[in-house]
């Protein structure tokens, strides 16, 4: 399968009143064509700034990418040009945010915010415009679209905007779609029937997805890999069975424990206690060390090994060096 | 739509018709008479005067009369200048206070929002600096202080300006600048805090992730939202820049309006009062009314009719 996306040793550092914060620290991974990534982690974990960062959204200052690179179908989008990388959002590659009663602005018609990007980055009449995005209201499920497009948001629940927020992500066609949790403002039955519609869309569009989420329930049935992340890098990447059924890190294993699941009915959920490190002054060793139940006296001290199981499956944790499974072994 | 416009103006002449009783009767509280200043007058002469302008009778009478003249806007002749009726003054006043007070509003606003914008978009720069001092500034000097100086200075020193009247367009860039540079401070200052907020809304951010220019995104997506509290205030503005005018017509010798109402006042001239001050107030409501309208036609979430919806 075609790699679209391929994020090498990604830093991302904001300098604040108190300090350089290291939000994202070293953050790999790829996203092949028609695919849907998920990562996952804790709030604060350094989701977000990673999919900012995808799109040059950034705020700058304070923000800044301090090493690393982003390729795109073979061009690293941290090196665009500003005007450059216009031409890319919204075209290429969309962004979904969290809050839908937000993401839109109040005082414009649906109609006008539907069309405004398609407006900008082709050549097309208002007409062929309202028509389209018309067509994408019908696939994302807004009755009467020809009448909805007149109204404001207001007028709109929140289930009913996040899907016009997602018909304004898709209406250039993008190959990848940035969705930052984009369920987690809704209600459950409302959450469910978005997923749903994910689905469809990426089976009717083939587009690529990355899905955020710090609720690993969510991306279950979505997610073709999982990539976990933890205190600005990820610590495991799996196909979504290898996670799920094999999760090699003690922080995915205690994610996966604080989840409620179907196949494990009465287990009782254990939420993993303590708080993650502060990303001011992050530790040298594993930054898990505090929470781990398993961890060593090496661990504290010393970044973890990486280690790839399979193809896919990869982990940073000291557990999987030889010799601790020796010990553990005896 | 109807019914809410029709209700406005039932309460609108409500309150007129308070402010004219409120001005009656404080204006008849107020010791002395159109007459006992002018020595000579003898007192048969004073009592066929008071006899004629009706201030011989009760004062609920005259209450009744004065409030014909209110609902027929027809307050008769002043008492100072029997030549002139009130709406002579006023038709003459009038014209010039309105171009004064437009021509301070209209540059107040746009340079208030032009600084403001600027002054947001290079949020702590220098320019943000300069503009904010500057603001601070104009907003704690009252317009009496920097007409004066303005005077002094352009008119005096170096002369390049005219001192007074209401003449020429040179005429009027001192009195404008006197009377607009406060309101103008205000909308500077509120269009700045308003626009850095709206700024980190995420429907801008939504507009970034669209690839939108930068300047679409300012000018379609976050000015109409940051002007909001702007318009709010705008009510508040007018009425200083109203009341305004009368100091700045005083200094400037501006034959406004502001000129008649301050020596109606001082000459107990009671139709010219009653006059002037329906008139003032009636155009007050009016824009307010105006402004809260526009307010409806800029946020689709405020409703001046019950329709549409879910
Ligand atoms: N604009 C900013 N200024 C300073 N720190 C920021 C900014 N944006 C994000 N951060 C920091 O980066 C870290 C990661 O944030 P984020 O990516 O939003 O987490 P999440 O995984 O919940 O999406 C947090 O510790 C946050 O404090
Ligand atoms: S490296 Fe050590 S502390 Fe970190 S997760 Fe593995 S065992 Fe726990
Ligand atoms: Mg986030």
């Known amino acids: 399968m075609e790699k679209i996306l391929e994020v090498n040793d990604l830093h991302v550092s904001f300098q604040t009143y108190g300090g350089e914060v290291k939000a994202v620290r070293g953050v790999s991974f790829d996203l092949h064509k028609g695919e849907t990534l ?6 604060g974990c350094g989701k977000s700034v990673t999919a900012n960062s995808i799109m040059k959204l950034i705020p700058s200052p304070p923000g800044k990418i301090a090493n690393g690179s982003i390729y795109f179908k073979g061009r690293d989008l941290t090196r665009l040009s500003e005007k450059a990388i216009r031409d890319i959002r919204g075209v290429d590659i969309s962004m979904i945010f969290q809050d839908p009663m937000t993401a839109l602005n109040p005082t414009l018609t649906i109609g006008n915010q539907l069309t405004e990007g398609i407006k ?9 415009a309202k028509t389209k995005a018309i067509d994408m209201l019908n696939l994302v499920g807004i009755p009467n679209p020809e009448e909805r497009m007149k109204q404001y948001p207001h007028q709109f629940s929140g289930g009913m905007r996040q899907r016009i927020v997602i018909a304004m992500a898709l209406i250039c066609e993008p190959e990848l779609l940035i969705a930052d949790e984009p369920t987690t403002a809704l209600d459950v039955t409302i959450q469910a029937q978005i997923l749903q519609l994910f689905n469809k869309i990426q089976q009717e569009t083939g587009v690529s997805i990355i899905l955020i989420t710090h609720d690993l329930g969510v991306v279950a049935k979505i997610a073709d890999r999982i990539a976990v992340m933890y205190a600005g890098k990820v610590i495991e990447v799996g196909t979504r069975k290898e996670i799920f059924y094999t999760p090699q890190h003690p922080y995915t294993q205690g994610l996966l424990n604080s989840v409620p699941r179907l196949d494990k009915r009465k287990e009782k959920l254990v939420p993993i206690d303590g708080t993650p490190p502060d990303l001011f002054a992050p530790p040298q060793g594993c930054p898990f060390t505090a929470r781990c139940p398993k961890a060593m006296e090496v661990c504290g001290k010393v970044y ?9 499956h990869e982990v940073d944790c000291w557990l999987q060096d030889e010799r601790a499974k020796q010990h553990i072994a005896t | 739509m109807v019914k809410y416009i029709t209700k406005r103006l039932v309460l609108m002449i409500l309150t007129i018709f308070i402010i004219a009783s409120l001005t009656f009767f404080l204006m008849h509280a107020i ?10 007058t003898n007192e048969t002469v004073q009592a066929n005067l008071e006899e004629h302008y009706h201030l011989d009778e009760p004062l609920l009478v005259q209450y009744f009369i004065y409030m014909k003249s209110v609902v027929t ?5 002043s008492i100072k200048q029997p030549t002139e009726t009130v709406n002579d003054l006023l038709g003459r006043g009038f014209p010039i206070s309105a171009e004064l007070g ?57 002369d390049v300006l005219p001192a007074a009247t209401w003449s020429s367009p040179m005429h009027m860039i001192l009195p404008t600048i006197a009377l607009a540079t406060g309101p103008m401070a205000i909308i500077a200052r509120l269009t700045r805090s308003s626009m850095i907020e709206t700024l980190t809304q995420d429907y801008i951010k939504t507009a970034h992730a669209k690839g939108l220019k930068p300047w679409k995104i300012v000018i379609k997506h976050a000015l109409k939202n940051a002007l909001m509290p702007v318009v709010t205030i705008m009510g508040t503005l007018l009425a200083g820049v109203l009341t305004g005018t009368f100091v700045i017509e005083k200094i400037f010798a501006i034959p406004g309006m502001g000129k008649y109402f301050v020596e109606s006042i001082n000459q107990r001239d009671y139709p010219v009062i009653m006059g002037t001050t329906v008139f003032y107030s009636a155009f007050l409501i009016g824009m307010l009314f105006l402004v809260d309208i526009a307010y409806g036609l800029l946020d689709p979430r405020i409703k001046l009719h019950k329709e549409g919806g879910e």
Do not use: C
């Open chain 1, 38 to 43: 998920a990562i996952v982690g804790e709030s």
């Open chain 1, 120 to 128: 900008q980055h082709q050549n097309i009449t208002s007409k062929e």
């Open chain 1, 304 to 312: 973890p090994i990486h280690s790839e199981l399979s193809n896919t």
């Open chain 2, 31 to 40: 010791p002395g008479s159109p007459f006992n200043e002018e020595r000579g």
């Open chain 2, 73 to 77: 806007f027809d307050f008769g002749p």
């Open chain 2, 102 to 158: 437009i021509i301070s509003i209209v540059v107040a606003v746009i340079s208030g929002i032009i600084l403001g914008v600027f002054a947001a978009l290079r949020h702590n720069g220098i320019i943000d600096y300069m503009a904010m001092a500057f603001a601070v500034l104009g907003i704690s000097i009252p317009n009496f202080v920097l007409a004066t100086l303005l005077i002094q200075k352009f008119a005096v020193d170096w």
